[in-house]
């Protein structure tokens, strides 16, 4: 890869992960069930640009809570788990990006929407997974009188999950039918 596009894609993963940021800002009217908005513009960037950008794109995503004061902290393994591991998680949508690519160049839309959506599926489903694991050893706590942590941890991050899910599967219905060179550049 020539100089110049590995510097084009480094610049479009820092202004994803900027988009997500500044969708992060959407009040959480649900608290922890509240879905999370970013995930729409870092997923499809993942997906446009492959693994490696995308999984670089999630943790700067991560990285800029940091520096905006948005960290919950409890303690150093859990900021761990939830803001480079969880935000970097959803990158992993990139690892479908040659497989959608091939599908669009093709013209199998619909081929093409399976795969978009079961990229999305994975980087969701292991970024919760991350929040749901912090949420059975850190958050426990919280839970309401008699229920248990698993439980709890479960409700919470199962709900923001899934509802991330659909906003980001709305978003990409939405572009495979009119934008779909966003998922296949031509450089
Ligand atoms: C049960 C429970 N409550 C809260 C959290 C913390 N959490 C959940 C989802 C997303 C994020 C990242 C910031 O948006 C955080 C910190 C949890 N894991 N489990």
Redesign the pocket.
């Known amino acids: 890869m020539s100089q110049n596009l590995n510097i084009k894609y480094l610049v479009e993963a820092a202004i994803f992960a900027a988009l997500a940021m500044v969708l992060?800002f959407i009040p959480?009217f649900f608290s922890?069930f509240s879905p999370?908005f970013g995930a729409i513009p870092l997923i499809l960037f993942a997906l446009r640009r492959g693994l490696k950008y995308g999984l670089l794109s999630g943790l700067i995503w991560g990285l800029l809570?940091f520096v905006l004061g948005?960290?919950?902290y409890l303690s150093m393994s859990?900021v761990f788990i939830?803001?480079l591991l969880?935000?970097a998680s959803m990158g992993l949508a990139g690892l479908f990006s040659g497989r959608l690519h091939q599908a669009l160049t093709d013209q199998h839309t619909t081929k093409a929407t399976n795969i978009a959506l079961f990229g999305a599926f994975i980087a969701t489903a292991t970024?919760?997974l991350?929040?749901?694991?912090?949420?059975?050893l850190?958050?426990?706590s919280?839970?309401p009188k008699g229920v248990s942590?698993v439980w709890?941890?479960f409700t919470?991050?199962g709900t923001?999950g899934a509802f991330t899910l659909i906003l980001v599967a709305i978003a990409i219905l939405i572009l495979i039918r009119t934008q779909r060179q966003f998922f296949a550049p031509q450089d």
């Open positions: 992060s959480d922890w999370s809570h948005k960290v919950y859990q939830e803001y969880a935000f970024r919760y991350w929040h749901f694991l912090a949420g059975i850190f958050w426990g919280y839970a942590p709890y941890s919470v991050n923001a």
